[in-house]
């Protein structure tokens, strides 16, 4: 009858835990697994002895055959023959065990071990000649071998091994191994043949840079300059940093500054500058200590150079680097460098056919013409540049007017005027602008070509007749050469334009000429016909400071008039009050200074009242936000017509008087 399952009621974690390490601690403390020590055993008559040996190498026997793989077992095994006295037994379990397994270095070494503890010194010899023609690239027989036959002071035989061992070209340490040997027994010519050897088994930097540290330390600085010479050739192509470094500090313990500073200029060339950290530092450094302060100088400037080199290989359309490293390579003087560090900037077009993408690298050939015409002094050059420039720059799509003017510039300074114009024409042809226009009129100015400036401002109005500075500057032109009614024809012209972008600008500009010339009948005019096309505030206030300005006996009575007339006009067509109350301060600030207190008290009456108002906003779907509160002139013409703003304020004076009276 199977039984019934037990029910657990609680099943939370216990108030206080045991972890298995408290129950090992608590049972060896109460000792409740009691191991009883070994019975001593002694042994008195040589029977026992031979039971006890019997016992042993069965169990021995017993443990290989369980497990014949196992290296330890065979080895306990032969050493207990070893403390046994049983030499022969001892040797023939190593030699079952090799039998089992070769390749186990570790019975190799017992082996040999027991030998020479007991003197078999051939018997260990001819284990380890064993040893390394089964397994040559195991170091520790050859160590061993070597160690034994230098311990039995043969050093021919231990410098024998070495040269079989050196046929197999080992690690590193094999090497200076052999050569610290030779070193002990004072064979430093052997040790210099040993590293000859090295060097070629091992190409690596590091060694020849060790072989080279061997002949300084031995006082031979030729030899060991002649081995850095040496690696330099080895390793042309491909340098190595460290051995620059080397030879260098080399040169600088022998005092010899100016081979250091060769090495380190030859490496920078040699070496990529993503390796050359290392060597940047300690050509640095060394400039510091042993060099001047252009020495200093040329190392930070190819510290710099190193890092613009690193920016235009991650992105060669970065044209500020470039810019950086051009401003290096002009403060370094050479020319031909520079130039090359040109032709590698402008190289970099631009991908994109878009203005915004060029217009730092168009600065780059303008630099480039700067440099070639005033620190190169190629003129010849020079022409080439600003011509190729023109050529790549895409003119039906844009251009850029700056180029045309520094390449036409440089033509009049080589006096070459034709050139100058035919550049500046074709520009014109190509690609029309207003920079072009305003740059090869203020060179004509320059030359005193008037008749020329009459004939490219005529062709820069068909080409922008609404520009009106451009009307305005053909206008003064006329006036300073002293032919008024030409310019008065222009400014007429001008403000017959159907569409002008500042026609303002026009206007006054005519206005100011004619009030030059003295000819005041004619700028009342000039305002009268403003003021039928526009009655802007300023115009009327300009208009009536004008009368005032005269100084005659009805200038006063003539200026109010005007600001009557502006006054009826403003309120009648402007709903702008920010307007009409600037005319009325300009009109009352008049009558202050030259009307009387009467009119000074009329015009007082026009000024209106500043009310403060609320009014709700809403937003963009039609929600309230709320009201905000904004001040507003009241007139009093607009008193007049709305009736209600009478009334609302002669409430607001009844609640102010109530107020009065509850507080009395």
């Not at 600088?252 to 380190?264: F, N």
């Not at 390579?329 to 190289?347: C, K, P, S």
């Not at 045309?404 to 005027?417: N, T």
């Not at 307007?579 to 300009?586: E, V």
């Amino acid at each position: 009858m199977a039984s019934r399952s037990v029910k657990v009621k609680n099943k939370h974690a216990a108030s206080v835990q045991i972890t298995a390490e408290q129950i090992l601690r608590e049972a060896r403390e109460r000792q409740i697994e009691y191991v009883a020590p070994k019975p001593k055993q002694n042994i008195s008559d040589p029977e026992e002895l031979n039971e006890f040996r019997l016992s042993k190498r069965k169990i021995y026997e017993d443990n290989i055959r369980r497990n014949r793989g196992n290296v330890g077992n065979w080895i306990k095994y032969a050493l207990w023959e070893e403390t046994q006295g049983e030499i022969e037994r001892c040797r023939s379990v190593f030699e079952r065990a090799l039998d089992e397994n070769h390749r186990a270095d570790a019975i190799w070494i017992k082996y040999a071990e027991m030998e020479m503890k007991h003197g078999q010194v051939n018997h260990a010899r001819n284990l380890y000649e064993r040893a390394i023609a089964l397994l040559p690239r195991v170091k520790t027989f050859w160590y061993k071998y070597v160690y034994m036959e230098e311990k039995l002071e043969n050093v021919a035989a231990a410098r024998q091994v070495f040269e079989r061992w050196m046929e197999w070209h080992p690690e590193q340490q094999a090497w200076n191994s052999y050569i610290n040997m030779e070193l002990r027994y004072g064979n430093v010519d052997q040790a210099r043949s040993i590293y000859e050897r090295y060097i070629m088994s091992h190409m690596e930097a590091a060694i020849w840079i060790k072989y080279a540290k061997f002949e300084v330390h031995n006082g031979e600085p030729e030899l060991a300059r002649g081995v850095f010479e040496r690696a330099v050739e080895f390793f042309e192509t491909e340098p190595d940093p460290v051995l620059f470094i080397a030879f260098a500090r080399f040169e600088e313990r022998q005092k010899e500054y100016e081979r250091a500073r060769v090495i380190y200029k030859f490496a920078l060339k040699q070496i990529p500058k993503e390796d050359a950290k290392e060597l940047f530092t300690a050509y640095t450094q060394f400039e510091k200590k042993h060099g001047d302060r252009q020495g200093v100088e040329e190392v930070i400037h190819s510290k710099r150079r190193f890092q613009y080199e690193k920016e235009i290989a991650d992105n060669p359309h970065n044209y500020d680097a470039w810019f950086d490293y051009i401003r290096l390579a002009e403060e370094e003087g050479d020319v031909d460098a520079t130039r090359d560090v040109y032709e590698r900037a402008i190289a970099n077009v631009p991908l994109v056919e878009e203005k915004r993408f060029w217009r730092r690298y168009i600065y780059l050939w303008i630099y480039y013409a700067v440099f070639e015409e005033l620190s190169a002094k190629d003129f010849d050059r020079t022409r080439m540049v600003y011509k190729a420039c023109l050529d790549l720059i895409p003119h039906k799509k844009f251009t850029f007017a700056k180029v045309w003017l520094l390449a036409a510039q440089f033509e009049v300074r080589r006096k070459d005027l034709k050139q100058a114009r035919k550049l500046l024409g074709t520009a014109l042809g190509k690609c029309g602008k207003d920079k072009l226009y305003k740059g090869y009129i203020e060179l004509e100015l320059q030359l005193r070509e008037f008749d020329r400036c009459r004939t490219l401002y005529n062709k820069y109005l068909e080409f922008s007749p609404s520009n009106c500075q451009t009307w305005v500057k053909y206008a003064e032109l006329e006036a300073i050469l002293g032919d008024h009614t030409r310019a008065r024809h222009i400014f007429e012209l001008a403000i017959e334009q159907p569409l002008l972008d500042m026609p303002e600008v026009v206007w006054k500009a005519y206005i100011d000429f004619e009030n030059d010339l003295g000819e005041i009948d004619r700028v009342r005019t000039l305002y009268e016909r403003l003021l039928e096309k526009t009655s802007h505030v300023k115009v009327w206030i300009s208009y009536a400071q004008l009368e005032v300005s005269q100084g005659t006996e009805d200038c006063i009575a003539q200026a109010r008039m005007i600001y009557t007339k502006a006054d009826k006009t403003v309120r009648k067509l402007s709903q702008d009050k920010e307007q009409r109350k600037l005319l009325l301060d300009s009109w009352l600030a008049f009558e202050k200074e030259h009307g009387t207190a009467a009119t000074q008290k009329d015009v007082e009456k026009l000024m209106p009242k500043q009310v403060k108002k609320r009014r709700e906003l809403f937003s963009e779907d039609g929600v309230s936000e709320g009201f905000e509160e904004y001040w507003e002139y009241i007139f009093p013409d607009d008193e007049t017509s709305n009736p209600h703003l009478k009334l609302l304020q002669m409430a607001h004076k009844w609640k102010k008087q109530k107020a009065t009276d509850n507080d009395a």
